[in-house]
């Protein structure tokens, strides 16, 4: 029978004996992101493990004729029916079998009348919509979310679920919501920044609906993936965009803290993703800070004061929509500037004192993860390979600070247009190339990607402010936004475990150091009425092209990773 079955289906056996929720069954046999999972008395096996079941099945035969034990002892198998005992055989012969927790769900196989008895009672204590909408709601969230969100966001989900909506459909719906609040923002008028904080609410609580969707339903897609890890960072600096865009028409330009603004939060973005690749598989793993941690973890209160003032997306859109609605721009960016400030310093500074508290050996997966979040492009990877290599255990991160401090004051202090920056580019490049030239295995190895991401964020943001040429803020606006999806992309590419987008790619970007020249010499060698503008848009035009077609191609592709992200609320 199961040869039977066309080769690209899922099949599932379930003991018809089974007494449990239907939720339970719902978890084991239709989840898309296992290529196989059971619960007692049920197994399901996608394209991917029919080869295997059906390995199973006959080894399993064979072993029953034989009369030997089957996918091990009985006091190691605990489900002994036929799918349970097909699933211990595949786990035996090396493919795994995903088995979901089922809390206070009931799935099991009775033997007797008693034992029947028993599990229908079971079934009839526990309410499994219940138990399904809780599920649906991430595990750790902000507090705004937590407590203003999630406790209607979950019936939304359940409506559109019950229409047949898709993850899909409402992630769309958000990024649509958000960007018509941002042209709403972009108007300049009262009435339009009311309308864009609303608007900017309504889009969150579809953020959160999306996901809560994907959990009720289990219909998790790479396309979903790729759509929510990206459309929260387009949503959110689109909109700095239409407030930039809204003030200008009202006669202020605060281009510049709009793009410090997105320069920030992914500074803090890229801070958080390099420090958990660099240690989420560290050997002997301990701190008496992540002790300390998790001592005031335990303690109700202090987990949601700590949960607050990270300013994750919750309680940073509802600031933002708030302020937008009752303020003007410049109080927006300054009040975001001001908290995004003293999150980065918090989180960083805990993060800096795990680091040197810990004792731990940072895994070869680890330095290449590190590696790939650098981005280091031809110019540094030359240096690296043909460069010296500078000993000592904090040496990548001094190198890393050393260069982007005198290319970040070089931008700072020295005329715009001047010669210096470009030599201050140039050392830049040869201390990121000789900072990864050794294996990025330091305690404190995982500031270089921050640090990189700064100085070229930064000095694309200084050299624009400083040259007082129209349009040179907008478009540098664009460049960095072009890039952060380059980095955005790298990092969730490397959280599926599919590895740093493919080497042709950063090198016809450019590198982060190679990029930075480029605009040194721009900022150099166009010194006119626009030409500096020009160069700055054609150049954020050609690296977004580039990135998305190739991003695009990838997450669409069957080889792409299912990422849904359950951690640190972004």
């Not at 302020?323 to 975001?336: D, G, K, N």
């Amino acid at each position: 029978m199961l040869s039977a079955v066309p080769a690209g289906d899922r099949v599932a056996l379930v003991d018809p004996r089974f007494v449990g929720h239907r939720h339970a069954l719902r978890l084991a046999l239709t989840d898309p992101r296992f290529p196989a999972a059971a619960v007692p008395g049920a197994l399901t096996a996608q394209a991917e493990a029919r080869p295997a079941l059906i390995g199973a099945l006959r080894t399993t035969t064979e072993a029953v004729g034989a009369g030997v034990p089957t996918g091990g002892s009985t006091a190691t198998v605990t489900d002994r029916t036929v799918p349970g005992r097909l699933a211990a055989t595949m786990e035996a012969e090396g493919t795994e079998v995903q088995r979901p927790e089922l809390g206070s769900l009931v799935a099991t196989v009775p033997t007797d009348d008693a034992a029947r008895a028993a599990a229908h009672s079971g079934v009839e204590a526990v309410d499994d919509e219940a138990v399904r909408l809780r599920s649906a709601v991430k595990a750790r969230d902000g507090f705004f979310t937590t407590h203003f969100i999630s406790p209607y966001s979950r019936y939304i989900a359940r409506w559109c679920a019950r229409r047949g909506l898709t993850p899909n459909q409402v992630t769309t719906a958000s990024l649509l919501t958000a960007l018509i609040a941002a042209g709403c923002a972009a108007t300049g008028t009262r009435g339009g920044y009311v309308a864009a904080g609303v608007l900017l609410l309504f889009s969150f609580v579809l953020d959160c609906t999306d996901g809560q969707l994907a959990r009720y339903s289990l219909q998790y897609s790479t396309m979903g993936a790729w759509l929510d890890a990206t459309f929260d960072r387009a949503k959110e600096y689109a909109y700095y965009a239409g407030l930039a865009l809204g003030a200008a028409r009202g006669g202020d330009d605060v281009w510049a803290l709009a793009l410090g603004a997105m320069v920030l939060q992914s500074c803090r973005h890229v801070i958080d993703f390099s420090f958990n690749e660099a240690n989420h598989d560290a050997v002997a793993n301990s701190s008496p800070t992540a002790a300390l941690s998790d001592k005031l973890d335990s303690v109700g209160w202090t987990v949601w004061v700590r949960r607050m003032i990270v300013l994750p997306i919750g309680e940073r859109w509802a600031m933002i929509a708030v302020l937008t609605a009752v303020t003007t721009p410049r109080i927006v960016f300054y009040a975001l500037l001001i908290g995004c400030a003293f999150a980065a310093c918090y989180t960083t500074a805990g993060r800096l004192l795990r680091s040197l508290t810990r004792k731990a050996r940072r895994t070869d997966r680890a330095a290449q993860a590190l590696a790939d979040l650098a981005d280091s492009g031809p110019l540094a990877q030359l240096v690296a390979a043909r460069g010296p290599r500078v000993p000592g255990a904090w040496s990548a991160p001094v190198l890393a600070v050393v260069g982007a401090g005198a290319l970040i004051a070089a931008a700072l202090q020295q005329p715009f247009g001047s010669r210096q920056t470009v030599i201050a580019a140039v050392f830049y490049a040869l201390c990121s190339g000789i900072a990864v030239a050794r294996p990025l295995k330091g305690a404190l190895d995982w500031l270089v990607p921050p640090v990189f991401r700064a100085a070229e964020y930064c000095t694309i943001l200084i050299l624009a402010a400083r040259s007082d040429i129209d349009g040179a803020l907008p478009a540098a606006f664009g460049l960095v936004s072009a890039v952060a999806y380059h980095h955005y992309d790298t990092v969730y590419r490397i959280r599926g475990g599919t590895g740093a987008p493919p080497r042709w790619l950063v090198r016809t970007v450019g590198g982060h150091e190679g990029r930075t020249l480029v605009v040194a010499v721009f900022a150099a060698a166009l010194t006119g009425a626009s030409g500096f503008t020009t160069a700055l848009t054609v150049l954020a035009v050609a690296v977004a092209v580039v990135v998305l077609v190739e991003s695009i191609r990838f997450w669409v592709s069957s080889g792409a990773p299912a990422v849904h992200d359950e951690g640190e609320p972004a």
